[in-house]
């Protein structure tokens, strides 16, 4: 496959309206949250495919380690990733993400855990911390990845949702996290949802169907039947409005939620996508740190 270059990432994406696209020195372009881009005190950037040293089905940008692409490559990925946005990719704290909806409260001693040492990543899907200089990271590849800021109390999180953690609250339950460990009031509480799975691409059989139904009811904003004559009882579901409706309940303003709109299945020259590439692909991420 065709990899795009910075440009064409550029060009693509400039209707965009809350989707800023900055483009380092060594040529990683990284989307940002034009609303997290305004808080002061906060890094922050989800990654493309553009622009690292990975080859094959890994290119060009992987962050995977456990994928079986070369670590050395990986690393050097992530070299290239922390100059675009600012930080340094050594003290990440990285999860094993597994879809379910445990959060961690992320600590100095947790700086570098799951990228440069080894520590507690098992079957975790989302963090939080109010560490300085800690970055947070969230893995996906179709999946959503959501990054949070309180610029109030000064914390940030991570949470990943694939359908699985959506259904499951995994949104709503970072909130309620940062709620309990910081004292953060959810109407100070931003929230970003980044590039995956759009509503456009995005489809389930009937029994992922039947949960979100559950979930979010029978509105049409979440869930809709494919009505062409080869659908086989398929839908299509938007994890993005899923996402937002579980924000709004946990509490945050709508104006503090910033959804990207980008799909990486559509994308998938610009995106690692699961579903496009049949599940031979890398990683894509967002990052969030403060400071």
């Given at each position: 496959?065709?990899?795009?270059?910075?440009?064409?990432?550029?060009?693509?994406?400039?209707?965009?309206?809350?989707?800023?696209?900055?483009?380092?020195?060594?040529?990683?372009?990284?989307?940002?949250?034009?609303?997290?881009?305004?808080?002061?005190?906060?890094?922050?950037?989800?990654?493309?495919?553009?622009?690292?040293?990975?080859?094959?089905?890994?290119?060009?940008?992987?962050?995977?380690?456990?994928?079986?692409?070369?670590?050395?490559?990986?690393?050097?990925?992530?070299?290239?990733?922390?100059?675009?946005?600012?930080?340094?990719?050594?003290?990440?704290?990285?999860?094993?993400?597994?879809?379910?909806?445990?959060?961690?409260?992320?600590?100095?001693?947790?700086?570098?855990?799951?990228?440069?040492?080894?520590?507690?990543?098992?079957?975790?899907?989302?963090?939080?911390?109010?560490?300085?200089?800690?970055?947070?990271?969230?893995?996906?590849?179709?999946?959503?990845?959501?990054?949070?800021?309180?610029?109030?109390?000064?914390?940030?999180?991570?949470?990943?949702?694939?359908?699985?953690?959506?259904?499951?609250?995994?949104?709503?339950?970072?909130?309620?996290?940062?709620?309990?460990?910081?004292?953060?009031?959810?109407?100070?509480?931003?929230?970003?949802?980044?590039?995956?799975?759009?509503?456009?691409?995005?489809?389930?059989?009937?029994?992922?169907?039947?949960?979100?139904?559950?979930?979010?009811?029978?509105?049409?904003?979440?869930?809709?039947?494919?009505?062409?004559?080869?659908?086989?009882?398929?839908?299509?579901?938007?994890?993005?409005?899923?996402?937002?409706?579980?924000?709004?309940?946990a509490g945050l303003i709508r104006e503090h939620i910033s959804v990207l709109g980008v799909c990486t299945i559509c994308n998938s020259d610009m995106f690692h996508s699961h579903r496009a590439s049949g599940g031979r692909r890398g990683l894509n991420?967002?990052?969030?740190?403060?400071?």
């Amino acid at each position: 496959m065709r990899i795009i270059s910075c440009d064409e990432a550029k060009s693509r994406l400039k209707d965009n309206k809350d989707t800023i696209v900055t483009v380092s020195k060594s040529s990683v372009p990284v989307l940002e949250s034009r609303m997290l881009s305004e808080l002061k005190g906060f890094r922050h950037g989800f990654s493309t495919r553009i622009g690292g040293v990975s080859q094959d089905i890994y290119a060009e940008m992987n962050v995977g380690l456990k994928l079986g692409d070369d670590r050395d490559s990986v690393l050097k990925n992530y070299g290239l990733l922390g100059e675009a946005i600012g930080i340094d990719c050594s003290r990440i704290s990285a999860p094993n993400q597994v879809h379910d909806t445990v959060i961690i409260r992320a600590f100095e001693e947790d700086a570098g855990v799951g990228i440069v040492k080894p520590g507690r990543t098992e079957g975790i899907d989302g963090q939080i911390t109010d560490v300085k200089n800690l970055p947070l990271i969230v893995y996906g590849a179709d999946c959503v990845p959501m990054i949070f800021a309180d610029p109030v109390r000064g914390a940030v999180g991570t949470a990943h949702g694939g359908w699985k953690g959506t259904v499951n609250g995994i949104a709503q339950k970072t909130v309620e996290a940062m709620t309990k460990e910081f004292g953060s009031d959810p109407k100070d509480i931003r929230a970003a949802i980044g590039p995956s799975a759009g509503m456009c691409c995005y489809e389930v059989d009937l029994g992922v169907a039947e949960r979100f139904l559950e979930v979010f009811g029978d509105n049409g904003e979440v869930v809709r039947p494919r009505t062409e004559p080869d659908s086989d009882g398929k839908y299509m579901i938007n994890l993005w409005e899923a996402n937002r409706i579980l924000l709004l309940k946990a509490g945050l303003i709508r104006e503090h939620i910033s959804v990207l709109g980008v799909c990486t299945i559509c994308n998938s020259d610009m995106f690692h996508s699961h579903r496009a590439s049949g599940g031979r692909r890398g990683l894509n991420c967002g990052i969030v740190m403060i400071g």
